[in-house]
């Protein structure tokens, strides 16, 4: 079963970058399209981006678009999220996940990495 982890959350001031990798062990993320998602503290998890299994098609949420960037290394096994900008309403914990494509229900989760924006 694939198995992904997150990592690159931290504490970050207001207007300040990270970025987040997600990373499959054992197998590789080459057939699968990858989504980024957010949950904040007492919200709704949100989808933030999506990237094809290909990288050549991306996708992002009104509220992240213009500051968020998603890649994929497939040579890494790896797909990150560029974070700029940030404010405080980004503050939550991030999950990847892996699907046959953005446009259907994720399959597998990994297990998320906070993301604490904060002066």
């Known amino acids: 079963q694939l198995q992904l982890v997150e990592s690159g959350g931290g504490l970050v001031q207001p207007g300040g970058s990270l970025r987040l990798s997600c990373a499959a062990s054992?197998?590789?993320?080459?057939?699968?399209?990858i989504g980024w998602f957010r949950q904040a503290p007492g919200k709704e998890r949100e989808g933030v981006s999506c990237?094809?299994?290909?990288?050549?098609?991306?996708n992002y949420a009104d509220s992240v678009k213009e500051r968020f960037t998603v890649s994929r290394d497939n040579a890494k096994n790896a797909v990150y999220l560029q974070m700029n900008s940030l404010k405080p309403e980004d503050t939550a914990v991030y999950y990847c996940?892996?699907?046959?494509?953005?446009?259907?229900?994720?399959?597998?989760w990994g297990k998320g990495t906070l993301v604490t924006v904060s002066s």
């Open positions: 996940a892996a699907s046959y494509d953005c446009s259907r229900p994720m399959d597998y």
């Open positions: 990237i094809g299994r290909s990288g050549g098609s991306t």
């Open positions: 054992r197998f590789t993320l080459r057939p699968y399209a």
